[in-house]
């Protein structure tokens, strides 16, 4: 870690001893520690595949099981991934009273594998862990998905009770937002004193919005991340280097 780096993360420091209800707002970077890739970085899932939008899930029967190979091709990532460093700060924080909560674009769920409550996490994309109905919300966990599916010729199974679309339950592209979620979301973000975005590149809507929002509210706005982003510029801190490096030296500066 070189000198401008270390001082940022003093500096990061003495913010985080003076929070008391942070928000944390975290992204697909604080994952790629446990092996889940991000969208954007180069070998990223998109510069595999193109999105799967709404539309076309709900619309066309082999969308919808080309969505389902790509999740099933991905689970070895997901059932094996354990939380990182970054997880495993934030989680402290929570628990210390620091952090009053994390609002997640995440869907891989190691939020919660890393000890935080149901009631201080706000998944703004869903969760990739279960699947549900989308037309009665009945909850099917993957591997009975799974099962159906390498069991019928790669046939995409249709909900038991009402015939509905089985997805995972995660927001696409094109996919109304969760209420609820924003709510809690923007109840959270104008609410603290201190925003820190982490791993997230802060290009899609809504999360770029949550920013902005924090610091007209009078927050103070850190980014962490490994690259340079659009809000760098509103930021009072701005850190360019790897996420579990920039959390524990914060950690271990207070
Ligand atoms: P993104 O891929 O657009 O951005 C991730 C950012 O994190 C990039 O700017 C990258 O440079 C940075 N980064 C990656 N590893 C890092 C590290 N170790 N330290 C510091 N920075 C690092 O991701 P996003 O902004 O979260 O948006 C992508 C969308 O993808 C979200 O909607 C999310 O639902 C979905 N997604 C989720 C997961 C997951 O749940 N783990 C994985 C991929 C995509
Ligand atoms: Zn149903």
């Not at 008391?20 to 446990?34: H, I, N």
């Not at 094996?80 to 970054?86: F, H, Q």
């Not at 046939?155 to 339950?169: E, F, N, R, S």
Request: net charge negative.
């Amino acid at each position: 870690m070189d000198d401008d780096i270390k001082a940022a993360c003093t500096e990061l420091g003495a913010i985080l001893a003076g929070m008391r209800r942070g928000v944390a707002f975290t992204g697909a970077g604080l994952s790629t520690e446990s092996g889940i890739p991000d969208f954007r970085s180069p070998g990223g899932l998109w510069t595999r595949n193109k999105p799967i939008d709404y539309g076309a899930f709900l619309s066309d029967r082999a969308m919808r099981r080309e969505a389902w190979r790509r999740r099933f091709a991905m689970e070895e990532a997901f059932a094996g991934a354990a939380p990182g460093r970054g997880h495993r700060r934030l989680a402290q924080w929570l628990a210390g009273g620091q952090l009053a909560g994390i609002v997640t674009q995440n869907i891989d769920g190691l939020h919660q594998a890393s000890g935080v409550p149901d009631e201080r996490l706000v998944e703004l994309h869903g969760n990739t862990t279960y699947a549900t109905c989308l037309d009665c919300g009945e909850r099917y966990e993957l591997d009975w998905v799974r099962q159906r599916f390498e069991a019928h010729a790669l046939a995409v199974p249709d909900c038991l009770d009402c015939g509905g679309p089985i997805k995972t339950a995660t927001i696409s592209f094109g996919q109304p937002m969760p209420r609820t979620a924003m709510v809690r979301a923007h109840e959270l973000t104008r609410a603290c004193d201190v925003f820190l975005a982490i791993g997230s590149s802060l290009v899609v809507w809504p999360a770029a919005g949550f920013p902005v929002e924090a610091k007209r509210h009078g927050a103070t706005l850190v980014i962490i991340n490994r690259e340079p982003t659009e809000f760098d510029e509103i930021a009072d801190l701005v850190i360019h280097a790897d996420i579990g490096d920039v959390l524990d030296a914060a950690a271990e500066t207070k």
